[in-house]
């Protein structure tokens, strides 16, 4: 092995920056101008219907970190928030018919951006990259990755503490 360590994450995160920076182009190229990558994670974290506070614990972030986040989504007409049918003390964020579209756009950008890196890398090497990843990430994948990234490991001790406290 002829390059240093150092490289493998520097490396992982360039080509994360480069597919989701050419899938947001092609997002607002579709009518989702005003999406950012934040929105997709927390759509993710969201899923078919989420509280607040799951959405702060899956996305690594405080709750009025998430509340800011739902905030926006609701504006952006991504989500819409009520009552969970089983339980009415609850409020549910769920997505709204604009959001799942843009989860739509968002899914054929990525395909398009995949399609691209096969034609400059080949299908065969880029298959085998995705494979080889597949079988080093975590299962499920892990949406806090970003929010670890900013925080120091003292924070990610606390938050870790708390989000075992609240389960």
Known sequence: MSRPGYELPLLLLGG???????????????????????????????????????????????????????????????????????????RLVAPTPRGRAMLQASATAFGTVRDAWARRIGAGRLDAMLDDLASLAASPIRLDTLAALTEDVDDQRKRASQQNDTR
């Open 16 to 90: 994360f920056r480069e597919a989701v920076d050419e899938a947001h182009r092609i997002l607002a190229d579709q009518g989702f101008p005003e999406t950012r990558p934040r929105d997709g994670f927390a759509m993710q974290a969201i899923g078919d219907g989420s509280t607040a506070g799951e959405i702060a614990t899956t996305l690594g972030v405080s709750k009025q970190a998430a509340a800011k986040t739902i905030a926006r989504l609701v504006d952006l007409d991504y989500v819409a928030v009520g009552h969970d049918p089983e339980d009415g003390r609850r």
